[in-house]
């Protein structure tokens, strides 16, 4: 079996060919497809600054300086999976309760044909249907999720809405589309409607590692507590570029400092390694906030890094 190819810099220039996720081929249909790349154009459900409708644009603009093998950790990603960039979601920009149902039944279709999938979002909002297909795969309360974040997400509604970027991890929980004694939130922070704003997921079972006990300190010694306590069973990377200090990803809606670096994101996300990696997103990259193109960049590497701990991925060590 030949296996799909990010085309390379040296065959074509970073700054020509196809408007993929790394420049990997495109596909209409999943099918022989081990993972898909789907960008979910949404902000609707966003409460602060808009633009995150552009990030899976952004970030696949910005992919394409990664080349294909892992030099830290020798994974070969595309040596053992078959991967292509699946397109996005055909979202309802004026109805988001429509819209999540389109991306449910999109990644439904996904998981059905027995691909695996990376989403570039859009707002924490579509974590939300992604996570309604998940658990309709691999089972009601079966996932577990490790989601990087500066927000906790559980609140039961935003302005009377109970499916906005900063509820869906309650939703996911209440209805049990996760473990959650198999739920860790890291990179938690700065300022709450309430004193026990982040205490609703530690009374359901969950972890929370506020960003504080991740000050000045390397978190591949909490990653190894992580996949102690995730154990085996499937799970879900769903990592929130704001989990990160603005001073590395100013391009998003909902900035809050003294967060993580960019250097604990790839921790995080490496320290994975070893768990049953079944599907992951990154999300709340909002472009036009970014100048730079640092904040795409960076959530583009993260998308690679969660690639590289997929179980099945070579790691060409000799």
């Known amino acids: 079996m030949s296996f799909n190819q990010p085309l390379g810099g040296n065959e074509m220039p970073r700054f020509a060919g196809p408007a993929t996720f790394m420049r990997l081929p495109s596909a209409e249909v999943p099918d022989g497809i081990d993972v898909g790349f789907v960008g979910i154009p949404v902000d609707a459900g966003a409460s602060n600054r808009p633009g995150a409708r552009y990030g899976p644009r952004g970030i696949r603009t910005e992919s394409v300086m990664i080349r294909p093998y892992h030099m830290?950790?020798?994974?070969a990603p595309f040596d053992s999976l078959q991967c292509a960039d699946l397109g996005d979601v055909p979202v309802n920009t004026y109805h988001?309760?429509?819209?999540?149902?389109i991306i449910e039944a999109?990644?439904?279709?996904?998981?059905a044909s027995g691909c695996r999938t990376l989403a570039m979002g859009g707002d924490h909002v579509v974590t939300l249907?992604?996570?309604?297909a998940y658990a309709k795969h691999y089972g009601a309360g079966r996932l577990g999720v490790v989601h990087v974040d500066a927000h906790a997400d559980v609140n039961d509604d935003m302005f009377g809405e109970k499916?906005?970027?900063?509820?869906?991890?309650r939703r996911a929980i209440e209805e049990k589309l996760v473990d959650p004694k198999r739920v860790v939130q890291i990179g938690l922070r700065a300022t709450g409607y309430a004193a026990d704003d982040f205490d609703w997921s530690r009374r359901q079972g969950a972890r929370v590692v506020p960003a504080e006990e991740c000050w000045n300190r390397s978190l591949s010694p909490?990653?190894?507590?992580?996949?102690a306590q995730l154990g085996a069973g499937p799970v879900y990377i769903s990592f929130d570029i704001d989990g990160l200090d603005p001073a590395y990803a100013p391009g998003t809606g909902t900035p809050e400092f003294a967060g993580l670096t960019g250097i604990q994101g790839y921790e995080i996300v490496r320290g994975c390694h070893g768990l049953d990696i079944v599907g992951g997103d990154l999300v709340e990259v909002a472009p036009v906030y970014d100048?730079?193109?640092?904040?795409?960049?960076?959530g583009a590497n993260l998308l690679y890094e969660m690639?590289?701990?997929?179980?099945?991925?070579?790691?060409r060590t000799g």
Do not use: D, Y
Not at 222 to 227: D, G, I, K, N, W
Not at 307 to 315: K, S
């Open 72 to 75: 830290a950790s020798r994974a």
């Open 96 to 101: 988001l309760p429509k819209t999540i149902a």
């Open 106 to 111: 999109f990644f439904s279709r996904i998981l």
């Open 129 to 132: 249907p992604v996570l309604r």
């Open 163 to 169: 499916e906005t970027h900063g509820t869906w991890m």
């Open 222 to 227: 909490l990653m190894e507590e992580v996949r």
């Open 291 to 298: 100048a730079s193109g640092n904040t795409a960049m960076l």
């Open 307 to 315: 690639l590289c701990v997929f179980p099945g991925v070579q790691r």
